[in-house]
């Protein structure tokens, strides 16, 4: 049976972090690899989120229909990048080291290929550190830990749950697809890629009345249960903030510095190995 993305409650370091402190690392992070093409940084974030992969034992079976759509979405956008600005890269780096042309204006060159790695490097860095989050926080007390700095309980119970629902809306797409198939719309493997597609959009509308009728049923049920009334709400789970936490949120504003640092080490964002 496929595995649904989305929370797994393990006993690792990574689960052991308040859910608060990994959203920041994943902000702060993310706005450090925005900021930077500096390669050696975000192969050192790529790194680093692997090995954050292995300290919270996620495994690859679990995010691999997930992987596979990355993966397909980044050779897309490769090819998309090198279509629209063949010679982006030389632009940047001033220099052209022609491996061979292929057509026209199209002729591929070091530097196209490094501005391309650069920009599928971004995707490996960030990426991975949203999947650990959504894998590792438990949504009830990521609610309680948003509510305990701030956050209007309201928000926070909100954003709960979206994290609960993602596993939800795997396992009705996998049940609709299911049906589907019984009715002789085939999805599987076993069809061609273009059926596949079109049969696709047969699932998406029961899957849309499904999730309105889920929410419905939330909807009466958080309004029976008087959700909302009270300024204040109790929280089932919580987590106060410790030194490991403190020292990941740490680590993350140290990464936006390093960036910053680079900017200027570099005189502007990107790395030239081509000098």
């Known amino acids: 049976m496929a595995k649904s993305f989305g929370y797994v409650a ?54 691999k229909v997930l992987f596979i759509f990355i993966a397909i979405f980044m050779g897309i956008n490769a090819i998309v990048i090198f279509l629209f600005s063949p010679n982006q890269g030389t632009v940047i780096y001033g220099s052209e080291h022609l491996l061979f042309h292929i057509l026209g204006p199209y002729s591929l060159s070091l530097e196209e290929i490094f501005y391309i790695l650069n920009v599928i490097l971004k995707y490996f860095a960030v990426l991975p550190l949203a999947l650990i989050f959504i894998m590792t926080t438990d949504p009830s007390e990521f609610a309680a830990s948003l509510n305990r700095i701030g956050v209007s309980y309201k928000i926070a119970y909100a954003v709960a749950l979206t994290l609960r629902y993602i596993p939800d809306i795997q396992r009705d797409f996998r049940n609709i697809s299911q049906t589907q198939q019984a009715r002789g719309i085939d999805t599987s493997k076993k069809a061609k890629l273009s059926r596949r597609i079109k049969n696709m959009t047969a699932i998406l509308m029961p899957l849309v009345f499904t999730s309105l009728d889920r ?53 502007g964002r990107f790395f030239n190995p081509f000098k």
């Open 10 to 63: 393990r006993q690792t370091p990574i689960h052991a972090i308040n859910g608060v402190s990994k959203l920041l690392m994943v902000l702060l992070v993310s706005i450090a690899v925005m900021m930077t093409y500096d390669t050696r940084f975000l192969i050192g974030i790529v790194i680093l989120s692997l090995v954050m992969f292995q300290l919270a034992k996620i495994k690859f079976s679990e995010i």
């Open 215 to 267: 929410i419905d049923v939330i909807t009466n049920a958080m309004e029976l249960r008087g959700f909302g009334k009270n300024k204040k709400r109790t929280w089932y789970k919580t987590r106060p903030l410790q030194k490991r936490d403190f020292f990941m949120i740490f680590c993350s504003i140290f990464a936006i510095i390093v960036s910053i640092g680079l900017y200027f080490l570099n005189h």
